[in-house]
């Protein structure tokens, strides 16, 4: 196993960086190529067959006297979707009919035409672990003081606000919310979203444009990319975590200036995440910072998993290392994981966020956040900060550290390869082969665990993986107490 340990910051830190990143056995990954060839294979024979009407076709096609028009379907684009996907989507996506906390109540369904539709069976599948959902610190709970504000808001204010925040849709909870936010993480002023994924994809575009350059970490979330793309900046990519291939595009860009005309960017930002979730890795925040004050950029930090979930006061990967957060130019978060709502934010100096007030599209067009919503992450970002008279937050900020090092070290001892950082409290546990995605899925799901499989393209072809999120919630002894997870001990 591969560890990297940046002696840098353990010293100046005193937080040892240890992340593994096993290199994929020599017969697994030639076992797994072969997989997807024979796969590939099997596709163009289906193909063949639904071609000539011998296969039912399931897929989505315009009709004969459209195609001779721009196709609204790329029909070879969707080769691994209707291939392999499909068998291997019936792992999840099933409907809960329970709160999602430590355990949950799924509705068992039934296909019959390889996932293309379901059936559900009437049976409901009770007290199955729930190690797939991102309540890192239990918050997202029907009981309890969380519960109970939001229950007392929902009577007060009602369910939704129907109008945006620069109508009449800007409440007081609003306004006490983002004032608690800045508080939270430090920083002189916050906007909350009313959904984590526009909060990327839609602010971006405010912030850099034509003749700016955004410099991307190569596994950045869906929403950081789509953001960068509709920026319009030019979208240059260096390799995950790896601070020579910043540096070096760093360089590069100050260096070179924009193609053609060589002038100077008008503006360059770093795109980073505290956890990457699909890895399991924490951010080298430290370098990041030390090359963006070296080469006078900006840096965009997505703390989506880390903000409650990292550093002794739950505040992210700034204060899991200890740095300062008006080193950070632009602090976003989401509330849909540790604080078990929903929404995002974002934070930093009150000139940017007042600019953002004015020219982010989700700010201006997006309906507000609901108002029980936003009285959850009120109840329970006090707790978290111990404003709420009471050490629960301290102690579900223990609990998620001592879970997430138990598990790690307990399904290492069991021989599974696992990626990321040993703090993460997201655990990518690697199957490689294309056949296992489905089958580990269903098979975690028989001994009542609940877990996400994924596979290419959200991760590399040869590097399908489960992936495992531990929460506060969880106990050691919650898989002995579930009847069918006796071979599966937390």
Known sequence: MQSHIVGHNAVLYNKPFVESFEETPLLVAVLTYMGYGILTLFGYLRDFLRHWKIEKCRVASER????DFVPLYQDFENFYTRNLYMRIRDNWNRPICSVPGA???VVERVTHDYNWTF???GTVLKNVINMGSYNYLGFAENTGP??????????KYGVGVSGTRHEIGNLDKHEELEKLVARFLGVESSMAFGMGFATNSMNIPSLAG????TLSDELNHASLVLGARLSGSTIRVFKHNNMQSLEKLLRDAIVHGQPRTHRPWKKIVILVEGIYSMEGSIVRLPEVIALKKKYKAYLYLDEAHSIGALGPR???VVDYFGVDPHDVDIMMGTFTKSFGASGGYIGGKKELIDYLRTHSHSAIYATSMSPP????????????MGEDGTTLGQERLRQLSENTTYFRRRLHEMGFIIYGNENSPVVPLMLYMPAKIGAFGREMLKR??????VGFPATPIIESRARFCVSAAHTKDIGEKSDKANCFQF
């Open 314 to 316: 739950g505040r992210g």
């Open 373 to 384: 919503v936003a009285q959850q992450i009120i109840t329970s970002m006090k707790c978290i």
């Open 210 to 213: 034509k003749g700016c350059l």
């Open 448 to 453: 009542n665990i609940g877990i996400v499989v």
């Open 119 to 121: 059936e559900h069976t």
């Open 146 to 155: 969380c519960a109970d504000s939001a229950a007392e808001a929902t009577v």
């Open 64 to 67: 004969d006297e459209q195609k």
């Open 103 to 105: 355990k949950m109540d």
